[in-house]
């Protein structure tokens, strides 16, 4: 017998989460829209994440489990369940996470309008042992997406576009439990990056918002659970070059060269003054370089993993390698280019009667 396709997968990608994970499989199956596949993701847990996965699938019929045969990290997992979801629609939630009872029902209502990408207010669950540095991020993206999408909730590609050169390496979005996304974005953008450590998700949306829009829901349908445990604070904590400098350079690449960012460069040209997206990588492909034979080369306590970490991004980009080149061309350009703007003033000022 053929299974029916339902019309939305949900979909749990899942790595040593016993702690919270029977909460998160309760929300997302207390879903009021009923026509949805709950697709769950192990990337090989060594905890008591599968017990508790067979444990539920095996009184709702509605949960489809999947074990990867080698531990894919977490962008290939996401990719994963990408891969094994059936529905047009896909919802992710993250094993830490909750969604409302409504917030399936509530996205497809907002898809209507006709956005392959939908995302809805979420709130933050800070555990005890969430420090302040750890929430300020969050709750800094929390107050810039209120600003961003006040009185207007539909973005058109080109808004977005705009939203993106002011805010370039941030996430105005959300995190994936806060997001619905149509099955076509995969064939027409690709998946997510896994060359990206933390920033996957923000890459991500503004790759397919860029050419497509996306419209936000404002009422709170997703809770994201943040603690010392979490991956992004494990991040922040133990790999902060890699992640914060490396991937925001990678995403720098991305919108100066990448196919799929085309549109953000029309409109980078296009503003006064226009913005020169190629510049701004080599600037920051020079410093990041530089901060990691710095830092590797300390005579107080010398830090090789940056090292490390900017020579296995060459492998990844291989277009860092001509960066001290493109970077003093680049300087010495735009400084020509001033100096001849500046002259040019001059001589219309002289001009003039």
């Not at 829009?213 to 349908?221: E, I, K, S």
């Amino acid at each position: 017998m053929t299974r029916a396709v339902p019309g939305v997968s949900i979909c749990l990608p899942t790595y040593n989460g016993a702690r919270y994970l029977r909460e998160c499989l309760a929300s997302a199956l207390a879903q009021t829209h009923g026509d949805f596949e709950l697709v769950v993701v192990d990337d090989r847990s060594t905890d008591e994440t599968m017990d508790i996965i067979r444990d539920v699938a095996h009184a709702d019929s509605r949960v489809r489990v999947f074990e990867n045969d080698a531990n894919l990290g977490l962008v290939g997992n996401w990719n994963r369940c990408i891969e094994l979801s059936s529905a047009p629609w896909i919802k992710f939630v993250f094993q830490d996470d909750l969604l409302a009872t409504d917030c399936v029902r509530h996205l497809l209502d907002a898809a209507a309008a006709g956005f392959p990408l939908i995302s809805c207010a979420r709130d933050f669950l800070f555990q005890g042992d969430a420090t302040p540095e750890t929430k300020a991020p969050y709750l800094r993206n929390r107050a810039l997406l209120d600003g961003i999408y006040a009185g207007s909730f539909a973005m058109d590609a080109h808004a977005f576009c705009e939203a993106t050169l002011d805010h370039i390496g941030i996430n105005l979005v959300g995190e994936p439990t806060a997001v619905l996304l149509h099955r076509d974005v995969f064939r027409r953008f690709g998946t997510f990056d896994p060359r990206l450590a933390m920033y996957c998700d923000a890459e991500y949306w503004s790759r397919v918002a860029c050419n497509t829009g996306t419209m936000h829901v404002p009422d709170v349908l997703a809770t994201f659970r943040v603690h010392a445990e979490a991956t992004s604070a494990r991040n922040v904590a133990s790999r902060a070059f890699r992640a914060n400098a490396l991937d925001k350079l990678l995403i720098h690449h991305e919108l100066a060269f990448a196919d799929a960012y085309a549109p953000l460069r029309v409109v980078a040209r296009a503003r006064t003054p226009p913005v020169d997206l190629e510049a701004l990588f080599w600037e920051r492909a020079h410093w990041a370089r530089w901060h990691a034979r710095r830092a590797a080369s300390g005579t107080v306590d010398p830090d090789p993993g940056s090292l490390r970490a900017w020579e296995e991004f060459v492998t990844l980009v291989p277009r860092v390698t001509s960066t001290p080149l493109k970077a003093r061309a680049m300087r010495v350009g735009r400084g020509i280019a001033r100096r001849l703007r500046r002259f040019a003033a001059s001589e219309a000022g002289a001009a003039k009667p």
